[in-house]
T-cell receptor, first 114, second 115 residues
Framework: EAGVTQSPTHLIKTRGQQATLRCSPI?????VYWYQQALGLGLQFLLW???????NRGNFPPRFSGRQFPNYSSELNVNALELEDSALYLC?????????????FGEGSRLTVL | DQQVKQNSPSLSVQEGRISILNCDYT??????FLWYKKYPAEGPTFLIS?????DKNEDGRFTVFLNKSAKHLSLHIVPSQPGDSAVYFC??????????????FGKGTKLSVKP
């Protein structure tokens, strides 16, 4: 069974541009979560989608946005990129609500903003 | 405002000895706790978890202890092996009407197990 897959693996952008990151959850999982791991920091919660709806949002500015598609895959968009947006962006998925809390992570997308 | 704190950024242990990783939390609404392990260039992988109704959970060489009154949990690895060298994240999950939601992570502790 395929795990959580993310694309692209690496992405280089310049300040002010937009970045789009994609995630495919494990088959049967309906929830998708996005986390940011900046250098020297832990995993910061960004967004949580379930059944196409945004369930919760972390303490990030509105230029971080996303969506979940009918096939449960998800997209994270970061507009007006800033240097400090350089980080590893991790996507995770989990089974439908009622699960024990375990998240299954992908390997991440490394975003570098120059 | 950090709700989950791992105050030790790093820990070095000799192979065969016990590794103890600590984690403190501030939110009493957390009712499920997890430990994840992360190798460089890989996503975090689930290691072990504990519900707030328990004070201990064991899985092979890994044991997690929960002290609710102190809002403290710890991960014990016995015996430690060089392959255990990784960054360990403590995470907590709030209860959303009986279902778990997004995890709140600590900053991680880098464990180095020396042969």
């Amino acid at each position: 069974e395929a795990g959580v897959t993310q694309s692209p693996t690496h992405l280089i952008k310049t300040r002010g541009q937009q970045a789009t990151l994609r995630c495919s959850p494990i088959s049967g999982h309906t929830s998708v979560y996005w986390y940011q791991q900046a250098l020297g920091l832990g995993l910061q919660f960004l967004l949580w989608y379930d059944e196409g709806e945004e369930r919760n949002r972390g303490n990030f500015p509105p230029r971080f946005s996303g969506r979940q598609f009918p096939n449960y895959s998800s997209e994270l968009n970061v507009n007006a990129l800033e240097l400090e947006d350089s980080a590893l962006y991790l996507c995770a998925s989990s089974p439908p609500l009622g699960n024990t809390g375990e998240l299954f992570f992908g390997e991440g997308s490394r975003l570098t903003v120059l | 405002d950090q709700q989950v704190k791992q105050n030790s950024p790093s820990l070095s242990v000799q192979e065969g000895r016990i590794s103890i990783l600590n984690c403190d939390y501030t939110n009493s609404m957390f009712d499920y706790f997890l430990w994840y392990k992360k190798y460089p260039a890989e996503g975090p992988t689930f290691l072990i978890s504990i519900s707030s109704i328990k004070d201990k959970n064991e899985d092979g060489r890994f044991t997690v202890f929960l002290n609710k009154s102190a809002k403290h949990l710890s991960l014990h690895i016995v015996p430690s092996q060089p392959g255990d060298s990784a960054v360990y994240f403590c995470a907590a999950s709030p209860n959303y009407g009986g279902s778990q939601g997004n995890l709140i992570f600590g900053k991680g502790t880098k464990l180095s197990v020396k042969p």
